[in-house]
T-cell receptor, first 111, second 113 residues
């Protein structure tokens, strides 16, 4: 059965800290891995990763995929209170399009 | 350039009533996915539709739940004879093609009294 495991489940940091969120996966016919940010509403798309070792970057957020070790990390540098959210990792199930989500990492950034 | 639209945003039903949740995908997107998020749990896939076709409904409960995506109009997730355990946030996502990133709507929060 396809599975996505995220760690840690929750994290509290101070503004300005750098955080690393982890996502490991088991899926047949891997195609891609996606990261989303969920505040009190819709998950917002962050990144889609398909190739190992190529970092994707957007402002203070970056992510990289390791297809050999079956994991991805999401880095956030110089965290701000607005980064407080649940960060979700997902992979398409069995290589098809429905997504299997991890339980998320709840990040709280305090001033 | 409107995103994925869902309505209503909040829906309250009594046990035994029907709930209808609507989703209009982003312009140019013909693939729609429904997910359910129970309190303190992750998002779980329910059903994947393309215009007029159900592609994958393996995540849908066998009874009381149905979905459609007609040629014209929004996709509809229908829950008949709701029970308290149906209380959850229901999210719709859309994509322009299979295997592309999925963009989510704001969700419908269903409360069953």
């Amino acid at each position: 059965e396809d599975k996505v495991v995220q760690s840690p489940l929750s994290l509290v940091v101070h503004e300005g800290d750098t955080v690393t969120l982890n996502c490991s996966y088991e899926v047949t016919n891997f195609r891609s891995l996606l990261w989303y940010k969920q505040e009190k509403k819709a998950p917002t798309f962050l990144f889609m990763l398909t190739s190992s070792g190529i970092e994707k970057k957007s402002g203070r957020l970056s992510s990289i995929l390791d297809k050999k070790e079956l994991f991805s990390i999401l880095n956030i540098t110089a965290t701000q209170t607005g980064d407080s959210a649940v960060y979700l990792c997902a992979v398409p199930r069995g290589g098809n399009t429905p997504l299997v989500f991890g339980k998320g990492t709840r990040l709280s950034v305090i001033a | 350039n409107a995103g994925v639209m869902q309505n209503p945003r909040h829906l309250v039903r009594r046990r035994g009533q029907e709930a209808r949740l609507r989703c209009s995908p982003m312009k140019g997107h013909s693939h729609v996915y429904w997910y359910r998020q129970l309190p303190e749990e992750g998002l779980k896939f329910m059903v994947y539709l393309q215009k007029e076709n159900i592609i994958d409904e393996s995540g849908m409960p066998k009874e009381r739940f149905s979905a459609e995506f007609p040629k014209e109009g929004p996709s509809i997730l229908r829950i008949q004879q709701v029970v308290r355990g149906d209380s959850a946030a229901y999210f719709c996502a859309s994509s322009p093609a299979p295997y592309n990133e999925q963009f989510f709507g704001p969700g419908t929060r269903l409360t069953v009294l």
